[in-house]
């Protein structure tokens, strides 16, 4: 497809489980960004990369969360041990090289539900 | 303080009714500048960047005050398709991430 994919689109999983959320950005964009939606709560950002390097990360919110990509598309983010704080949206997106155009197009989106 | 902060609303107006709110940013810093639109459930989308100037597009206008740090948004002639939260968005640093209010809710009625 032509924009942003994430998978899955839903999962619920128990406290304490490990997840993982997988982003398929779009062709050529080579920087890809991270950012998770709470309820009631904004926005907030996670993990940038270009290319395959993590330049910031200062918005993972504890060391149970990392994430990496591969040949400069695909990225991963995995949560390990699980708490039911960590539920909420996860949003992927992804943009041209730093120094184009610095519209983000956003996936979907993964809705995850720690019991 | 949050670094951009937005009207929750929300905002009721009547098809046909213009609406304007506005969006406060703390980093004078601040480079880049967008409003994005979100409905129920699903993924942010670009409605407009803002330029120092002020731009329109349609029926919306946004405008940039860098003395007083803040942003607009103006809908004309509002539609119930504009019914959505509207998110204000800031980017500050060279990574180009996006920082983000909490969204401003338009309700449109007939």
């Known amino acids: 497809g032509a924009g942003v994919s994430q998978s899955p689109s839903n999962k619920v999983t128990e406290k304490g489980k490990d997840v993982e959320l997988r982003c398929d950005p779009i062709?050529?964009?080579?920087?890809l960004y991270w950012y998770r939606q709470s309820l009631g709560q904004g926005l907030e950002f996670l993990i940038y990369?270009?290319?395959?390097?993590?330049?910031?990360k200062s918005g993972l919110p504890s060391d149970r969360f990392s994430a990496e990509r591969t040949g400069g598309s695909v990225s991963t983010l995995t949560i390990q041990r699980t708490q039911q704080e960590d539920s909420a949206v996860y949003l992927c997106?992804?943009?041209?090289?730093?120094?184009?155009?610095?519209?983000?197009?956003f996936g979907p989106g993964t809705r995850l539900l720690v019991l | 303080r949050k670094e951009v902060e937005q009207d929750p609303g929300p905002f009721n107006v009547p098809e046909g009714a213009t609406v304007a709110f506005n969006c406060t940013y703390s980093n004078s810093a601040s480079q880049s500048f967008f409003w994005y639109r979100q409905d129920c459930r699903k993924e942010p989308k670009l409605l407009m960047s803002v330029y120092s100037s002020g731009n329109e597009d349609g029926r919306f206008t946004a405008q940039l005050n860098r003395a007083s740090q803040y942003i607009s948004l103006l809908i004309r002639d509002s539609k119930l398709s504009d019914s959505a939260t509207y998110l204000c968005v800031v980017i500050t640093d060279s990574w180009g991430k996006l920082q983000f209010g909490a969204g401003t809710q338009v309700v449109v009625t007939p």
């Open positions: 997106a992804s943009r041209r090289p730093i120094g184009g155009p610095e519209t983000q197009y």
């Open positions: 062709s050529g964009h080579t920087a």
């Open positions: 990369f270009q290319g395959n390097s993590a330049p910031d």
